[in-house]
């Protein structure tokens, strides 16, 4: 059997870190924030969609809600003269159920540019999962993203992707990689995501490992 682990959580706190940031004091109350984040999270992922929208980051310092998203595109988040995080403020805490002025001030929204997002895990997912829902061959996408990666100044990338491929009748997993990836290399930065694409002939799973890099080096 093999024994596989996250790539993400298995640097956490060595050279990553936590999407959510916050304490505690009650099990009740670790409860209600948690599945506060996931509604945060899932609702400004799915009304972004078109939005190249990589990660949110959530942080909670005393009685402030600060929600970071790292985006391709800053300008469509955040709207002309900010039209747009206005609005998705007012929702977020429609969603909360926070509705007073001071709730507003307390809730703060900062949009972050993704400067290379031909090697971000996420969004190379994404990519080729709209490409694949648009009916493109999985083989022409994952290699043009590869391409991509690599040009871009990714050290290697990996590309994982199950399920019925091109509408056969039997799910099976087609695997292309080009450079390094060392997976078992701690201070390796591996930029891991998960996608699923929605197709005619049903979900397919979409797995991105990309190398960016030695985050610290050595002293011998």
Known sequence: MGHKTHPTGFRI????????????????????????????TKYIMRRFFGAMVSKVEIKR???????????????????????EIEKLKQEILTLL????????????????????????????????AR????????????????FRAIESGAEGIKIKISGRLNGAEIARTEEYHQGQNPLQTLRANIDYALVEAKTKYGIIGIKIWVCNGELMQIQR
Not at 99 to 127: C, F, H, M, T, W
Not at 132 to 137: D, V
């Open 13 to 40: 706190g060595f050279n990553k870190n936590w999407d959510s940031v916050w304490f505690a004091d009650s099990r009740k109350e670790y409860i209600d924030k948690f599945f506060e984040d996931m509604e945060i």
């Open 97 to 128: 159920k926070m509705n007073s002025q001071d709730d507003y001030n307390k809730l703060i929204i900062d949009v972050r540019e993704i400067k290379r997002p031909q090697i971000d895990a996420e969004l190379i997912g994404q990519d080729i």
């Open 61 to 83: 310092k005393t009685d402030k809600l600060k929600i970071i998203i790292r985006t391709a595109r800053p300008g469509i988040v955040i709207g002309r003269k900010g039209s």
């Open 131 to 146: 490409q694949l829902e648009g009916r493109i061959s999985y083989r022409r996408a994952m290699k043009r993203s590869m």
